[in-house]
């Protein structure tokens, strides 16, 4: 179904302050890091568990070996950090996600001497479910998407600093899933804004653009998408939150946005989480009641459902296993993780020691 979009409404930015030396608009920042990567190198990894959505103080990592670490962190709220993602160094990065939280965590794999360290810093003002998604950038920083916030934050690696970029925007719950788009792009999935974000970092000075849907694809015009991933095609997949909202469908070459209805059955929330997986299919991760993995098959432009049988709330987010694939499930009230396979539409459970 093609609703389209209208009233391209662009807001152009500050100018970006120069690269080298360091912007001197950031919080807090640390002394400058080496990294043995050069920052425009295009990067395909992904971090494996959405930890917006953890429900103890952990720093948590599954490995392609399918064994659970966790990590004990000072991080006592639920709900406190957002989506992390990997940089060149190793390190991941998580935006500030919950209620008051505020300072930017970092899970650093080689500190510790090798056994792993966590930490918070850089400090966010008026912090208040700030940012819950986060994306890596074509140039090596990680572009934390607003939730609350009305500014986009970009994360630099090299500086350990923080760059802000205003939306325009004055709804709530803005967006909350994201994309790097094939041409630098950062492609943001709305939840209660009514259109698909865009923030170009590509042009100088940055912008902000609002494709404003036509028709909402939500039939209440809020809760709409909660995930984002990119397809084989380069279009960008929305996973829906609730069973009566369709996939989303957004086309970075033509600016456009159409549905693919979904076939979902659940009384409410439907899907949080999308990740890439083989063949350019996108899998969105089940959520609440919903018994059922959603594949999204590009060639075909339809959705197709593979009940996984653990019961309601058993997954809540999805990440791409690079080498193979295959797609993580991260677990939410279930006890086990799930790698999905889209070549035989497999869901392999595993019950690791630890996992709380």
Same mark, same amino acid.
């Given at each position: 179904?093609?609703?389209?979009?209208?009233?391209?409404?662009?807001?152009?930015?500050?100018?970006?302050?120069?690269?080298?030396?360091?912007?001197?608009?950031?919080?807090?920042?640390?002394?400058?890091?080496?990294?043995?990567?050069?920052?425009?190198?295009?990067?395909?990894?992904?971090?494996?568990?959405?930890?917006?959505?953890?429900?103890?103080?952990?720093?948590?990592?599954?490995?392609?070996?399918?064994?659970?670490?966790?990590?004990?962190?000072?991080?006592?709220?639920?709900?406190?950090?957002?989506?992390?993602?990997?940089?060149?160094?190793?390190?991941?990065?998580?935006?500030?996600?919950?209620?008051?939280?505020?300072?930017?965590?970092?899970?650093?794999?080689?500190?510790?001497?090798?056994?792993?360290?966590?930490?918070?810093?850089?400090?966010?003002?008026?912090?208040?479910?700030?940012?819950?998604?986060?994306?890596?950038?074509?140039?090596?920083?990680?572009?934390?998407?607003?939730?609350?916030?009305?500014?986009?934050?970009?994360?630099?690696?090299?500086?350990?600093?923080?760059?802000?970029?205003?939306?325009?925007?004055?709804?709530?719950?803005?967006?909350?899933?994201?994309?790097?788009?094939?041409?630098?792009?950062?492609?943001?999935?709305?939840?209660?804004?009514?259109?698909?974000?865009?923030?170009?970092?590509?042009?100088?000075?940055?912008?902000?653009?609002?494709?404003?849907?036509?028709?909402?694809?939500?039939?209440?015009?809020?809760?709409?998408?909660?995930?984002?991933?990119?397809?084989?095609?380069?279009?960008?997949?929305?996973?829906?939150?609730?069973?009566?909202?369709?996939?989303?469908?957004?086309?970075?070459?033509?600016?456009?946005?159409?549905?693919?209805?979904?076939?979902? %059955?659940?009384?409410? +929330?439907?899907?949080?989480? *999308?990740?890439?997986? &083989?063949? /350019? @299919? #996108?899998? $969105? =991760? !089940?959520?609440?009641?919903?018994?059922?993995?959603?594949?999204?098959?590009?060639?075909?432009?339809?959705?197709?459902?593979?009940?996984?049988? %653990?019961?309601?709330? +058993?997954?809540?987010?999805? *990440?791409?296993?690079? &080498?193979? /694939? @295959? #797609?993580? $499930? =991260? !677990?939410?009230?279930?006890?086990?993780?799930?790698?999905?396979?889209?070549?035989?539409?497999?869901?392999?459970?595993?019950?690791?020691?630890?996992?709380?």
């Amino acid at each position: 179904k093609e609703t389209g979009l209208r009233d391209r409404v662009t807001s152009s930015l500050p100018r970006a302050p120069p690269r080298e030396p360091p912007p001197t608009h950031r919080d807090d920042a640390v002394p400058h890091r080496d990294m043995s990567v050069a920052r425009t190198a295009r990067f395909a990894l992904v971090v494996a568990f959405l930890a917006a959505y953890a429900t103890a103080a952990l720093a948590d990592y599954f490995d392609p070996a399918q064994t659970y670490s966790s990590l004990s962190t000072s991080v006592t709220s639920d709900r406190y950090l957002g989506q992390g993602t990997a940089v060149a160094d190793g390190r991941v990065i998580f935006p500030p996600a919950a209620s008051s939280a505020s300072r930017v965590g970092i899970y650093d794999p080689n500190g510790n001497s090798g056994t792993g360290s966590f930490t918070l810093t850089l400090t966010v003002q008026s912090a208040y479910y700030s940012y819950y998604t986060s994306a890596l950038m074509l140039d090596g920083r990680v572009c934390f998407v607003p939730y609350f916030k009305d500014k986009v934050a970009v994360f630099d690696p090299v500086t350990d600093s923080l760059e802000y970029f205003d939306t325009g925007s004055t709804t709530d719950r803005k967006y909350n899933g994201v994309v790097t788009a094939n041409d630098g792009r950062i492609i943001m999935a709305p939840y209660d804004e009514n259109g698909v974000g865009v923030f170009d970092p590509t042009v100088d000075p940055p912008t902000f653009t609002k494709f404003t849907f036509t028709t909402h694809p939500s039939a209440s015009g809020n809760n709409a998408y909660e995930g984002a991933a990119k397809a084989g095609n380069g279009k960008i997949v929305f996973a829906p939150y609730k069973q009566s909202t369709p996939v989303g469908i957004f086309d970075p070459e033509t600016n456009t946005f159409s549905t693919v209805p979904h076939g979902a %059955q659940s009384s409410g +929330a439907v899907f949080s989480g *999308a990740a890439a997986a &083989y063949g /350019g @299919k #996108v899998v $969105l =991760a !089940p959520i609440g009641p919903n018994d059922s993995i959603a594949v999204y098959d590009p060639d075909t432009e339809q959705v197709t459902l593979t009940p996984h049988g %653990q019961g309601a709330n +058993a997954f809540n987010g999805a *990440a791409s296993r690079v &080498y193979d /694939g @295959k #797609v993580i $499930l =991260a !677990p939410r009230d279930g006890d086990k993780i799930g790698v999905f396979d889209v070549r035989d539409n497999s869901l392999t459970l595993h019950s690791p020691t630890g996992l709380p």
